[in-house]
């Protein structure tokens, strides 16, 4: 989070500069860009899991 989004809220009364809205998109988008990567790791460590758990059927059930 930059400085300027610290400062400012968006129910502020006093309209954010151009820069200030351009500092609030970057952390905006670098949350996301955050988000889908941690998201992205969950996904594929449960995929993982899933096809661990397969092979280990697979193993048992003498396949």
């Known amino acids: 989070m930059t400085e300027i989004h610290k400062r400012y809220r968006l129910t502020s009364n006093e309209e954010p500069t151009d820069e200030m809205l351009q ?8 949350a996301a860009r955050e988000s889908s990567a941690k998201a992205e790791a969950e996904k594929k460590r449960r995929l993982q899991a899933v096809a661990k758990e397969i092979e280990e059927w697979k193993y048992t059930a003498g396949l």
């Not at 500092?23 to 670098?30: K, Y």
């Open 23 to 30: 500092a609030l998109m970057e952390d905006v988008a670098q």
